[in-house]
């Protein structure tokens, strides 16, 4: 639930903010999960690194990637890491793509691991995760501009009764008095 939380919160902060004040503080969490896997702190590592991983940051995933391809953090998981590895790869860069394959290569069971990847592809990959950025930014603008995106409950107006505001009607509807 937390970490749902935190990527709804960075993808809302993403949509809304400019990306050079995103990009540092994504720098900052990286820094601080790279400090923590030279520590030997693997679990933090693996905490800090998944959290960015699942918000689309290529350089963590391919950390998650290796570090369920070692054991370091995670029980040992190649399904995992080949999954967590194709994500990264969808960056382009060329050591990325070939560590990707390389997971796959070390996997006894290729299409476990290539399903698990088409599902987290679907939750993380780049263009799941624009669609979900997208989808909360409608969400914002609607709220700050007043229009409905959300259950009848919270589309209401001002007024309570789902009336518009209009100049001549700034009190809300007319009730009669069996209403109030």
Same mark, same amino acid.
């Given at each position: 639930m937390? /970490? %749902? +939380?935190? *990527?709804?919160?960075?993808?809302?902060?993403?949509?809304?903010?400019?990306?050079?004040?995103?990009?540092?503080?994504?720098?900052?969490?990286q820094v601080e999960a790279d400090q923590y896997y030279a520590q030997g702190n693997y679990k933090k590592a693996?905490?800090?690194?998944?959290?960015?991983?699942?918000?689309g940051d290529h350089y963590s995933q391919y950390w998650v990637a290796n570090m369920y391809a070692n054991g370091e953090g995670k029980?040992?998981?190649?399904?995992?890491?080949?999954?967590? /590895? %194709? +994500?990264? *790869?969808?960056?382009?860069?060329?050591?990325?793509?070939?560590?990707?394959?390389?997971?796959?290569?070390?996997?006894?069971?290729?299409?476990?691991?290539?399903?698990k990847a088409e599902r987290l592809m679907k939750?993380?990959?780049?263009?799941?995760?624009e669609e979900k950025a997208e989808l909360l930014a409608k969400r914002e603008s609607g709220r700050r501009f007043g229009s409905c995106t959300g259950s009848r409950l919270s589309c209401q107006n001002a007024s309570g009764y789902g009336a518009p505001i209009t100049p001549g009607n700034q009190q809300g509807p007319?009730?009669?008095?069996?209403?109030r």
């Open positions: 937390k /970490s %749902t +939380l935190f *990527a709804a919160c960075v993808l809302v902060f993403a949509a809304t903010f400019t990306s050079g004040v995103f990009a540092k503080e994504l720098k900052e969490y693996f905490k800090g690194y998944f959290k960015l991983a699942k918000i029980k040992t998981d190649l399904k995992y890491a080949y999954a967590w /590895s %194709t +994500l990264a *790869a969808e960056s382009g860069r060329e050591k990325l793509i070939r560590n990707s394959e390389e997971l796959l290569d070390r996997n006894a069971d290729k299409k476990a691991a290539q399903k939750k993380y990959g780049v263009q799941a995760l007319v009730m009669s008095a069996g209403e």
